[in-house]
């Protein structure tokens, strides 16, 4: 099959690949390229007749869905022996944060701004992954995320392109190790490219409308990062961008992707995007779709079969010249050559998963530890001294639900191994203080009031009403959006209640997107967001609620006052006339007949303030952490030269703690306009109680570009403000000159 053995192919570098795709290519017929283009879904750990046929046929380049080991290796054995030309198969499958251990939700692996821990989870993800077949994740998902209400982003890395391009490295790496053809590597996907975050109204494939220069320097930030650093595949968007859906987008697909990026690696559809360009009223139907989307770049498509049926019929049409055909089949098996599929495709069944042992059970603790983001805590009440209760009342469908923790895209993730708060309290509660539990609701969303009386009586002969509520992992991930954030169903009433008892209440949400808690923030005296943390929520969030550990995540997304104040996000343009906080006049304050301009006219609402109920960044510590001092090395800068900034950071608290350090600017004149905080750099320091330290950051005037209305990628010189704090909203600020 191939001009050179099995054994030498391991050793091929890629002068060698290309030569033996080329051997390879030219012995293909049209229909076996056709083939490599199609990607099917597989038959839930069965063969079935179909799919052997057209694996033989060399019709299928790529299964997903597929992930028992013996029917993986079975597919792919047909492949390679009773194909004409026995090319192995892509295995694809959505290892989004966890295959077997599940690993908190990605926008949760956002909130540690831990590149290391992002790195360490998906390295895991792809030793288990790897040792089921699968050799493909279509993961990381980076679509910038501004709206709460969009289910999706729950899988996003957030709002922000410098931590979301940051932490999307990690991710690349972790998955793809240092070579994709190490046995445990498996090849990454950037997902959704791209826009698909800002779907109108919040509503999961809806239309998107993003100008160019918002896009150049929001949106596509992140992908362009991990383009160049080496992430195997693309996938394109379900959503129409500008008119254009990405699955037919020339301009997206072949202009930025290709001509100005040069990136080299495969892109596949979306799940039936093909197709569904005719649903978008872009193709008239699957023949026409099938050349629109090969035409503007789709390379696989993704379980439907336009290019299978009409493929053919376009190249006879001159739609699609055999030129367009081997550049894809070209991408699609260097790929599998530097999988190192040529050499060997079989997974051995002894290849060690280590699914779920100490070693990624100690890693996936370690992360939703760092990733809980600690919202309020009056009076200190965290952390709990066992020593100061006697009894515990915990309430809440969320406290002994393993599978509700695992959050969305946890389709291989076992239940019976997650391990439960309400298990992992009655551990700590051993010989120390008694617990008491009432479920209060069945389910995140049920409104009526059955469970309460019983959860109040459970409350009344408490110390502390430990809660845990949120959403269910049904209520955010694909397609499940949300007109309302608040607590679903009753839950709001259910807090009331319970603060009615007059028992100081701890509230632990768990949810797949930032909630709006404003009618209940007052009820409750601390809040530790724990996002869906996934197998280990029970261990970690018990080391934090007792002080084992204490709270260093961030939040990588805003928190809104209230839903109407979508989309809401800390790097806003400053607008001519921007909110001021002493203009803020309350609703229920304005007199009759107030005279139409007497109360200021700024960006602001009458019956909201217009500030974020927890900004970018934030999340507090058992220990306090006091900024000061920020410097600069030098005032002035050269274009082309640097700036280091300092601050000292010191922990005024009674706890060791972690810390995220964040550096912001602001350009204060562009040839666009500039948002008015930007992150680009932060830092994860630890500093046991009454320590300080000075943290540095050095900041490149490369590093302040932006796509002007030009669309020229360049830093302007001129005024830049600069702050260093530990969330978004810090004052400590120093300003510095860059001159041409
Ligand atoms: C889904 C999602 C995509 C996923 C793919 C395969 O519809 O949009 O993120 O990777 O199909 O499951």
């Known amino acids: 099959m191939l001009s050179k053995s099995c054994q030498q192919v391991h050793e091929l570098n890629f002068s060698d690949v290309e030569s033996e795709v080329l051997t390879l290519l030219s012995r293909m017929t049209i229909e076996e390229k056709i083939g490599q283009m199609s990607q099917l879904s597989g038959d839930g750990c069965i063969v079935s007749k179909n799919l052997r046929k057209a694996i033989i046929a060399g019709h299928v380049g790529s299964i997903l869905n597929e992930v028992d080991l013996d029917t993986i290796n079975e597919l792919q054995r047909i492949a390679i022996q009773e194909s004409r030309l026995g090319i192995p198969l892509l295995i694809g499958r959505d290892v989004i944060h966890g295959f077997n251990t599940i690993f908190p939700i990605p926008l949760a692996q956002a909130a540690t701004w831990s590149p290391k821990i992002v790195e360490r989870c998906a390295k895991i993800a792809a030793i288990e992954s790897s040792s089921s077949g699968i050799n493909w994740t279509f993961a990381p998902m980076i679509d910038i995320a501004r709206d709460p209400r969009w289910g999706r982003i729950a899988e996003s890395l957030g709002e922000d392109p410098y931590l979301c391009k940051t932490l999307a490295n990690s991710m690349v790496k972790g998955f793809q190790g240092d070579s994709l053809s190490d046995t445990n590597s498996i090849a990454a996907c950037a997902k959704h490219f791209a826009g698909y975050g800002a779907s109108e109204g919040g509503k999961d494939y809806n239309t998107t409308n993003i100008p160019e220069n918002e896009l150049r320097n929001v949106y596509l930030p992140p992908f ?87 493929m053919k019929h376009l190249m006879n049409n001159n739609v699609i010249s055999l030129d367009k055909i081997d550049s894809v089949v070209k991408r699609i098996l260097t790929l599998k050559f530097n999988l190192g599929l040529f050499e060997s495709a079989i997974t051995s069944p002894n290849q060690p998963s280590n699914s779920l042992n100490t070693d990624h059970l100690s890693i996936a603790k370690e992360a939703v530890i760092k990733s809980c983001v600690l919202l309020k805590n009056d009076n200190q009440i965290l952390p709990i001294a066992k020593s100061a209760i006697n009894t515990l009342a915990v309430i809440g469908p969320l406290a002994d639900d393993g599978y509700e923790q695992m959050g969305t895209w946890a389709f291989d993730g076992k239940e019976n191994q997650s391990h439960t708060c309400l298990n992992a309290l009655k551990e700590v509660a051993k010989n120390a203080f008694n617990i008491n539990y009432a479920v209060g609701m069945e389910t995140t969303r049920c409104n009526h009031h059955d469970g309460f009386a019983e959860a109040i009586d459970t409350a009344i002969n408490a110390d502390i009403a430990l809660m845990f509520l949120g959403e269910e992992a049904i209520l955010s991930g694909e397609a499940h959006c949300r007109s309302s954030i608040d607590l679903p169903g009753a839950q709001e009433q259910l807090i009331n209640v319970i603060h009615a008892t007059g028992t100081p209440i701890i509230l632990v949400i768990m949810a797949g997107r930032p909630i709006t808690l404003e009618k209940i923030i007052s009820k409750v005296d601390a809040i530790l967001f724990a996002w869906h943390p996934g197998t280990m929520a029970g261990p970690a969030i018990t080391d934090l609620l007792f002080g084992v550990e204490s709270p260093s995540g961030k939040l990588p997304v805003t928190f809104p006052r209230t839903v109407g104040q979508i989309p809401l996000y800390y790097a806003q343009k400053n607008s001519g006339r921007p909110p001021i906080d002493e203009k803020y006049i309350n609703i229920d304050n304005i007199k009759m007949r107030a005279p139409q301009t007497s109360f200021g006219m700024t960006s602001t609402y009458l019956d909201t303030h217009f500030s974020p109920l927890f900004p970018f960044g934030f999340g507090l510590s058992y220990s306090q952490f006091c900024y000061t001092k920020i410097k600069l090395n030098n005032k002035v ?9 300092s601050a000292t950071i010191n922990n005024v608290g009674n706890y060791n703690a972690e810390e ?67 969330d978004s909203s810090t004052t400590l600020k120093t300003e510095f000159e860059v001159t041409d």
């Not at 968007?237 to 301009?251: E, M, Y």
């Open 224 to 310: 362009k990062a991990i383009a160049e650093s080496g992430v195997a595949t693309f996938m394109a968007s379900f959503s129409d961008l500008n008119g254009v859906p990405v699955t037919g987008n020339n301009w997206l697909l072949t202009t930025v992707l290709r001509d100005e990026w040069n990136y080299s690696g495969p892109v596949v559809s979306d799940w039936e995007a093909v197709p569904q360009l005719v649903i978008h009223g872009f193709a008239f139907d699957d023949y026409d779709a099938a050349g629109k989307a090969c035409t503007a770049g789709i390379d696989m498509e993704m379980a439907s079969d336009c290019y299978l049926k009409h």
């Open 637 to 645: 800068i050269p274009m082309g030269g640097a700036v280091e900034v």
């Open 660 to 726: 995220v350090v964040q550096l912001y600017i602001r350009d204060i004149v562009g040839n666009v306009t500039r948002p008015i905080k930007e992150l680009k750099g932060f830092q994860r320091i630890t500093l046991g109680k009454g320590e300080s330290m000075v943290v540095t950051f050095k900041l490149h005037t490369d590093e302040l570009a932006f796509y002007n209305q030009q669309m020229e990628y360049k830093p302007e010189a001129g005024l830049f403000h600069v702050w260093i704090g530990g």
